[in-house]
């Protein structure tokens, strides 16, 4: 009696969640099952196939959409249990990304800010906050820094361990040969963060001698990066 009710129960739950799914699935692609099977019992079937006017033959694009969200809904609970899974503090840009791969080449690095000690100019200049390149100096994932644009050129996408990645926008009149400045908002912030270090940097991409806000803003928006972003600015906040 017992296995009876059992199975009972789970025959008539069985039953509910596929009405469920019908249901749902005729919301969504607005076909209905009885039409689908009374299509594939019929001539129709083969009239389809060489007429693009068939009034279910666009129903059925919308098949394929409503699957796709079906089988959204059904792994979900797979996506929140990997989620919770892999929970901690996601790996760091020098972890992720075989740096071996780009050329390397040693700099002495050193810091500098927008401000008067670096620059020469105060806020409310015409260019104050301006690089060479004409966009402005920004602190992101993607930082503006200055070399010398014989070694490399404006555009030139650096990586800096213990930094992120720096696009080469400005130049200096100290910045001579294997240098580059590194640009922080404040000079605490070259104090405390980085100071004056000689390490490799890596080559991600030379430049072509020019530089504009899009591009700046796009490599800062990428979807893929945005990971690393968060982190990288949640650690430049505290």
Not at 115 to 139: D, N
Not at 146 to 168: E, H, M, R
Not at 185 to 204: A, S
Not at 209 to 230: C, D, I, K, P, W
């Amino acid at each position: 009696m017992y296995r009876l009710k059992n199975w009972t129960r789970r025959i008539i739950m069985s039953t509910l969640f596929l009405a469920a799914i019908l249901t749902t699935f005729h919301s969504i692609s607005g076909v209905e099952a009885k039409s689908i099977v009374n299509y594939f019992n019929s001539d129709d079937l083969r009239q389809s196939k060489n007429s693009d006017d068939h009034p279910l033959k666009h129903a059925f694009k919308t098949v394929g959409v409503a699957y796709k969200y079906l089988k959204q809904i059904t792994n979900l609970d797979l996506k929140i249990s990997s989620s919770e899974a892999v929970s901690g503090t996601p790996p760091t840009l020098e972890e992720s990304i075989d740096w071996s791969q780009y050329p390397v080449k040693q700099v002495t690095a050193t810091g500098y800010t927008a401000f008067y000690e670096s620059t020469g100019k105060h806020p409310g200049h015409p260019s104050f906050g301006i690089t060479y390149s004409g966009v402005k100096v920004k602190r992101d994932l993607y930082s503006t820094v200055a070399a010398d644009l014989n070694v490399f050129p404006i555009g030139t996408i650096l990586f800096v361990p213990g930094y992120g990645y720096g696009v080469v926008a400005d130049k200096g009149g100290a910045i001579k040969g294997n240098k580059v400045d590194l640009y922080y908002e404040t000079v605490d912030d070259v104090y405390n963060q980085w100071g004056k270090r000689t390490l490799d940097v890596y080559i991600v991409e030379m430049g072509d001698g020019s530089l504009t806000e899009e591009e700046l803003h796009a490599l800062n928006e990428n979807e893929s990066m945005q990971v690393f972003r968060q982190q990288y600015i949640k650690s430049e906040r505290k």
